[in-house]
């Protein structure tokens, strides 16, 4: 009996620990998500602009109206993925503390994934 659970606390003991490279994995994923996000969020603040510049004099408010949104929405995502929070996240997660869960949320497995654009740019 004494073997058999000797056995299993070997087997079984380790499953919740994380693998062997798992921690950069998750750094690189972070990364990953970030830069996307960030692209994202400069993307809707250009097309906020081509809204407003170019609408007319007289339609000067409507593209105001129309171009505040994708704006407000690029402003608070260029803020949340932010160049400074990925590298306190990064930091802190070095350091052992989690990774925040509104970004753990957002990872998906597409991000933990290299692409040939992640090898040929060295990240």
Do not use: C
Not at 48 to 53: C, D, F, Y
Not at 71 to 90: F, H, K, M, P
């Amino acid at each position: 009996m004494m073997k058999i659970w000797l056995l299993g606390t070997v087997l079984w003991g380790g499953v919740g620990l994380p693998g062997y490279g798992q921690g950069r994995d998750t750094a690189f994923a972070v990364h990953k998500l970030f830069v996307q996000r960030r692209h994202g969020s400069d993307g809707l603040l250009a097309a906020a602009g081509e809204m407003v510049s170019s609408s007319t004099v007289a339609g000067a408010v409507s593209g105001l109206a129309v171009g505040a949104a994708p704006a407000a929405v690029g402003l608070s995502q260029a803020n949340r993925y932010s160049a400074a929070r990925e590298a306190a996240i990064l930091s802190s997660y070095a350091n052992g503390w989690p990774i925040p869960a509104d970004v753990r949320r957002k990872l998906r497995r597409k991000h933990f994934h290299r692409t040939k654009a992640d090898v040929l740019l060295g990240r």
